[in-house]
């Protein structure tokens, strides 16, 4: 191992795989290596006749005038700040600085030491990552405009719907009443039923459109209410559409519940139109609803085939239909509407599906909880 003398010392900071420089407290380059003189495109003798603000780009100045230099003289050092030198050809350096502060002493001035390292492909990584995030957060806002705006479509087209679906139905029961011939009574009946079941879809819509732009269900729970009236209006409501269908009820239905009739009416109807859909057609579909033990309860049930575990677990989400026939309709928007309002009700719906028996059973309590319960 050859001896440390001097020649190797000059050598190492002549030629260090980073740029030294030192300099007196008001900026003057004092001492400077060949690698610094190399990367700046200074001569040594220039390099010594500049101040180190000359070395720096205006942005790089105000930089370090502003951040470092306050640092530099509370503390006496900083690191791995980033800079930009500017070359004698005018082209942009970036690198990373260590500095120190040395005291006055009997052999030399106060001065600070530099210590330079390029940055360049590490400024370069910084810059793409900084204008990889930009897009990414241009092109989320424009896709929750996008968003927002189509949902605002649906709420507006919904809103626009149901008055002209109104006039048809108006219409309908007018023409209803008066003597038809056999082929003008299944006419309007086919037409009534369209009416029903086109005033479930905007329904479905519009909760949904006001979900997603977070007005949520709206349910109105003051008072309690007898349900049993909504039940049997849903169920003939379904007859009707559904005239060669069974459906069998069970209500015992002792005490009011606390609920939005109205919406308890959507949720059973989603509910029941579900199961009429998807069941088998040659058995009926059975429900039962039943006050007890400070809870309303209602379960729906069907045969047909099971439900599997797969698609069970993603019933409730929107849109999603699973496996239907080509005779079905709908927008898959159903359930998770009557999950909705059950949840706004807090309440829970749950589906059990085995080879005999599919059923889904919603259950929520009587009465709202007490503020700060």
Known sequence: MPAINDDNLHDLYENAPCGYLSMLSDGRIIKANATLSSWT???????????????????????YEAHIAPVLHAKGFFDEATLDLATAAGVRLAVMVNARRLPESENRP???????????????????????????ETRLNSEREIAQLREQ??????????????????AARILGREPQSGTATRALS?????????????SNVLDFARGRLGGGVAVSRDTPEDVAPVLHQVVEELRASFPERTIETDFRL????????????????????????????NEPVRMRAATAKDQFELSIANAGSPIAEEMAARLFEPFFRGEVRKTQQGLGLGLHIAAEIAKAHSGTITVASTPEVTRFTFVMPMQPDEPGA
């Open 153 to 170: 479509f649906i709420a507006v087209l919904g809103h626009d719907l149901r008055n002209p679906l109104a006039s048809i139905s108006a």
């Open 41 to 63: 495109g200074h001569s040594p003798d220039r390099l010594l006749r500049l101040h180190f603000h000359d070395l720096l780009t205006v942005t790089g100045r105000i930089f």
């Open 190 to 202: 086919l037409m009534q039923n369209s009416v029903t079941r086109m005033g479930g879809i905007i």
């Open 110 to 136: 106060s001065c600070i030491r530099l210590a330079f390292f390029k940055a360049t492909e590490r400024r370069l990584y910084e810059r793409e990552l900084v204008a990889a995030k930009s897009a990414a």
């Open 254 to 281: 002792n005490a009011p519940v606390y609920c939005d009739p109205s919406r308890i009416g959507q949720l059973v109807s989603n509910l029941l139109s579900n199961a009429l859909t998807h069941g088998a057609e």
